[in-house]
Each structure stands twice: as structure tokens, then as C-alpha cells.
């Protein structure tokens, strides 16, 4: 009676939790004076740590505010921000004020198991338990601090999903929302139809633009910065040269005529393997060479692979010990491997590029882009600096006697990067820009101008004037979504939205089209529809329903634990918030 009077009142307690919580989440963090006289070692408001025996642990706010942070961090595996800490905190204590506990051999279980999943040790020994705690710079007390907590919200979650249910007339609305269609006409303004209405930019005007962002890092102002460009090695070999360096021995070419002799070296085909009926290894020498070769070329184009790898690492370490280059055109020809240089290109250059052998812009080029841009953080840098020696993104191409395998590596002098141009360089980007800012404009204002007149009733063109789709919930058109997210009446005009043009001949994403239109026509699946739709996976509808519910759960915790952050003290003077009312004289 209990859990269903709480399924049937949850919104209610939720709004009496956070009435009642936000002011104990200020009692419960600060005891000691915020100067920090009975505070931690840190100084600064202090707390408690309530261990699952009882006892408590005095401990400062940072003390506090770091191990939530930092076992946010173990818990989703990545970085995370100090928002994240403090909505677990605010999720725990909202568990507490309701009621939830722990007992001690359960949160033995919960712990021992958060271990072995975090370890892979099937046995959670004193010598594991006590690695996986420095590891994570925790005490024993913490540990079990934070684990009580994390199980108190498991909990809790578990116990109010259980009073969850997503009844038939939900799933009926799911149903109708994912179902339904609408017809809309619309107009389209696409902005680059207005740039032949935009004056050509004063040279003032480019050199204002110039003057005023030449100092911005790329890529967010491209207008002023090259492009970076990669030239690389590109190493192939085919097919044909691993045949052609093939010579295998008489013993084998005999050892495979024994093995293949009954299957492939017959005289008569639908007589059985006699040997009077099995052709002579002299009058099929050459036949058995081609054989043996097609069916050995692939493991013998691994095996030169690997020489070369392995030749290639070698001639690395010893050009770094003796400061000599290496001589990549040598290692290649020893190996018999085909190597060009490619053009320095952009991303974009490499992508258009071709497959071929020996292709300036050879296209596969273009995966090394990531590797080989520098990184600002140094460990990572570390780590490309070591990958751009390697050779990377192994590629066949061609096919049949053409087919060939392509290794890739970036020289010390293959990248480029992005570098300020002078004024005269930027100048034709600039003035695109220009223009293409002012067209967004013209765009934006004749679209709004169209919205104003057709939500008065006036200058409505026909039908056949404008564009006529019908949409659903996942269309990408952004005023069929506009309207499916917050339905309009039918003929009730929707304000204009841009989107991003589709411009095939130049894919400038700085194109965009505004749409301004109504609906037409809405439909909706019947009852009977929904009832007859057995491709509808009820269940799986169901548990979206629920799932969604639960992770507005999870987040309560998370609306007001911002209350307990540190204020920061500008050192300003506060001014008044409203001015002082004199009554008129």
C-alpha cells in the first residue's frame, strides 16, 4: 500500500523533497566557521563522512567535493565536471531524506562486486582490495562511504521503477506521435540566391574584416588561415610483382603435383585416380607452377609485408641513432615495393581524390589528417609523434592482376599547418564571406517580412507556388520539426526557420535556406490502426516509456545541488538591486 500511495503521489514528495532538502543540503555540508578554524585540513566549511559502522570522519567541503569528483570520474570511466560531482551528491542525499538504507553484509556484496568488475579478479583478496584502493587514492572508510551511497540511489531507483507502469493509452500517444504525418506548404528563400542582389565589399570593408579577426585561431575564422595540408609516402605493392618475385624449387613444384595429382592432374575427368590415368609431372611442369603460385601468392605477399615492416623499423632506429634520414626510395626498391610522394593537398583534396596506384592525390591519404596534426596536450602528442613514424592505413586497391596493397606513412616535413595569411591572400575569402553574410541577412529579413504578411491574411500565393511535402517525426526538413515538436493549428502560419542548403556544386556550409509555411493537413493513426500494427514492438515502446522517466529521476538530484558550490567572491562592491522610490512631492 505503501509503494503504490508513493507511485500514485511520487510528483508531490518530489516537491516536497525539494522544498524540504535544498535547506538541509545547507545545514548538512557546513559545521565549522567558513574561515576554516574547525574546518578540515584544507580549511574552509566542513562536513562529515558517515561510515556504514556509525562512525563519522570529520572532513572539509574539499575533501568532500574531491572524492565525489573523483569517484565520479571511476564510475563513468572518463572526465567528468565538478556539475557531475555535485549531482551525485544531491542524488544521494535525496535517497537518505527518503527513506532508503543499507545494511552491512549488503554492502559488503555491492562492494566486493564493484571490485571484481573493475579488477577482472574473480577472488577479492586483502592484496586486491588494497591495490585497487591506491589506484584510486581512497581509504578503506571512503570507499565504503561512497559505495554505501551509490547502492542507497541504486535502491531507490530500482524501487521506484518498480512502481512505474506505461499504460496502453501511452503507448497509444508514443504510437501516434512516431506515426503521425503532415502537409505542409512552405516557402523557400535560399541565400544564395541573394548574393547576386549584394554589393561587392568596399576594399575599407575587407580590411576592417581582416584588421578585426586576423588574430582569432583557426578553424573558426578559416576566412584568414590556409588550410593544412599533408604530403605523405605512400608504399605498394601488387599482386603481380609478389608473382613474378616467386621462384619456387623443383622439390616444391613436385610436392605440390603429388598433393594436388588426383584432383587437378587427371587425363580423363570422369575416370577415378588410376595412374594410368594421371597426367606425367613433365607434361605438367608449367601448369603446376601456375598453380602453385596462385595458391601461394597471398601468403607470400603477407611474408614480404612483414620483411618490409619489420625492415622499415630497423632502418628507423638506426637513422635516429646515426641523425641520418632514412633512404625510404632504397628500402622500397630492396623490398620490391613501389613508392611515390603524394601532392600536398588538403582533406578535401585527398577525398576527391583517386584509388590508383601512383596517384598524386591518392585517396586514402586523407585518414592520416587526424595523426598527423600536432596535440595540445603532451602526453597525447607523445603518442602521435610515435604513430607518425609508423606505417599506418594498409588499403588494397585494384582488382585482379591489378590489385595491389598500399602502406602510408607521414614524413617529418608531410604536414602542414594552418597559417595567417596576408591581406591579399584573404582577400577573395573575405569578400565571399561578405557577401555571403549580407545575403543571410536579405534572406532573413524577406523571410520575415513573408511570415508578417501571411499571418495577416495578405499577398497568400497559390498552392502550386510553393513547395508541398508531407513529414514525419523523422524528417530533417527543420520546419517539419518545428512543427511536429509543437504543433500549430492547421493554417496558422509558422515563423520562418533557416537550415543548411544543399549545395551540390560547392558544399559551402556557410549557405543556408529559410523556410516560412503552414500546415495542411494532419493525419493520425486510429485506435484500430494501432491495435492492427503487430510490426510495432509494444514492449520495447514500453521500456523507452519508462527508461525516460527513470533518467528524469536520475537527474533530481541534479536541479539543486548547485546550491552547494562555492560562491565567488569578486571583491566588488555589491550595488543596489532596485532604485530608491521617493514619493512625488
Not at 70 to 93: H, I, P, W
Not at 507 to 520: C, E, L, S
Request: glycine letters at 6%; a neutral charge; hydrophobic letters at 35%.
Amino acid at each position: 500500500m505503501q509503494l503504490e500511495w508513493f507511485r500514485q503521489h511520487h510528483k508531490k514528495v518530489f516537491w516536497l523533497v525539494a522544498i524540504v532538502v535544498i535547506p538541509s543540503f545547507i545545514l548538512w555540508i557546513p559545521t565549522g566557521k567558513t574561515t576554516g578554524e574547525s574546518g578540515g585540513a584544507s580549511g574552509g566549511p566542513s562536513g562529515f563522512f558517515f561510515h556504514a559502522d556509525g562512525s563519522k570522519e570529520n572532513v572539509s567541503w574539499d575533501q568532500i567535493f574531491n572524492k565525489r569528483l573523483e569517484y565520479t570520474r571511476f564510475l563513468r570511466q572518463g572526465e567528468v565536471s565538478g556539475k557531475d560531482a555535485l549531482q551525485l551528491m544531491g542524488q544521494n542525499k535525496v535517497a537518505a531524506e527518503l527513506g532508503f538504507d543499507a545494511g552491512p553484509e549488503e554492502l559488503k556484496t555491492f562492494l566486493r562486486e564493484r571490485i571484481r568488475q573493475q579488477t577482472g579478479k574473480a577472488v577479492v583478496s586483502p592484496e586486491v582490495v588494497e591495490l585497487f584502493l591506491h589506484e584510486r587514492s581512497l581509504t578503506e572508510s571512503q570507499f565504503q562511504r561512497l559505495g554505501y551511497e551509490m547502492k542507497i540511489f541504486q535502491k531507490y531507483l530500482e524501487t521506484v521503477r518498480a512502481q512505474f507502469r506505461a499504460p496502453d493509452n501511452q503507448l497509444f500517444l508514443n504510437y501516434c506521435m512516431e506515426k503521425s504525418t503532415v502537409r505542409m506548404l512552405f516557402a523557400e528563400l535560399e541565400t544564395k540566391d541573394f548574393e547576386a542582389k549584394v554589393d561587392a565589399p568596399k576594399a575599407e570593408e575587407i580590411k576592417d574584416y581582416y584588421e578585426k579577426n586576423k588574430d582569432v585561431t583557426p578553424p573558426s575564422r578559416a576566412a584568414l588561415y590556409t588550410r593544412p595540408t599533408l604530403s605523405v609516402n605512400a608504399f605498394g605493392l601488387t599482386l603481380k610483382a609478389v608473382k613474378e618475385s616467386m621462384k619456387p624449387t623443383e622439390e616444391q613444384l613436385k610436392g605440390y603435383y603429388d598433393l594436388f595429382k588426383i584432383v587437378r592432374y587427371k587425363i580423363d575427368e570422369k575416370k577415378g585416380p588410376d595412374p594410368e590415368n594421371l597426367k606425367k609431372y613433365e607434361d605438367v611442369k608449367d601448369l603446376v607452377a601456375q598453380d602453385y603460385i596462385r595458391d601461394n601468392v597471398i601468403p607470400a605477399k603477407n611474408k614480404k609485408l612483414e620483411a618490409f615492416r619489420k625492415a622499415f623499423r630497423e632502418a628507423q632506429v638506426k637513422a635516429e641513432a646515426e641523425k641520418k634520414p632514412v633512404d625510404y626510395a632504397a628500402l622500397a626498391k630492396d623490398h620490391g615495393l613501389l613508392l611515390w610522394r603524394t601532392k600536398p593537398l588538403t582533406e578535401e583534396g585527398y577525398e576527391k581524390g583517386s584509388e590508383a596506384l601512383e596517384a598524386p592525390d591518392f585517396k586514402f591519404a586523407a585518414d592520416l589528417f587526424e595523426t598527423a596534426a600536432p596535440d595540445p596536450k603532451p602526453d597525447n602528442e607523445k603518442i602521435k609523434a610515435i604513430m607518425r613514424k609508423m606505417l599506418q592505413a594498409e588499403r588494397t586497391v585494384g582488382k585482379d592482376e591489378q590489385e595491389a596493397y598500399v602502406l602510408l606513412q607521414i614524413p617529418e616535413d608531410g604536414y602542414r599547418k594552418a597559417e595567417p595569411m596576408s591581406l591579399e591572400e584573404a582577400t577573395p575569402e573575405i569578400a565571399r564571406r561578405l557577401v555571403q553574410n549580407a545575403a543571410i541577412e536579405k534572406a532573413k529579413k524577406a523571410a520575415d517580412e513573408l511570415y508578417a504578411q501571411w499571418a495577416k491574411g495578405e499577398n497568400i500565393p497559390k498552392p502550386a507556388e510553393l513547395h508541398d511535402e508531407t513529414f514525419t517525426i523523422e524528417t530533417r526538413n527543420r520546419l517539419g520539426q518545428a512543427y511536429l515538436s509543437d504543433p500549430k493549428p492547421i493554417g496558422e502560419v509558422l515563423k520562418p526557420v533557416f537550415d543548411y542548403a544543399k549545395d551540390e556544386d560547392q558544399n559551402d556550409p556557410r549557405r543556408f535556406v529559410f523556410r516560412v509555411g503552414f500546415a495542411v493537413d494532419r493525419t493520425m493513426p486510429s485506435y484500430e490502426t494501432y491495435e492492427k500494427d503487430f510490426s510495432y514492438s509494444r514492449n520495447q515502446a514500453r521500456m523507452m516509456l519508462i527508461n525516460g522517466e527513470m533518467q528524469h529521476l536520475s537527474r533530481v538530484g541534479g536541479e539543486y545541488p548547485h546550491m552547494l558550490s562555492k560562491p565567488q567572491d569578486d571583491g566588488k562592491q555589491d550595488q543596489p538591486l532596485f532604485r530608491e522610490v521617493r514619493p512625488e512631492s
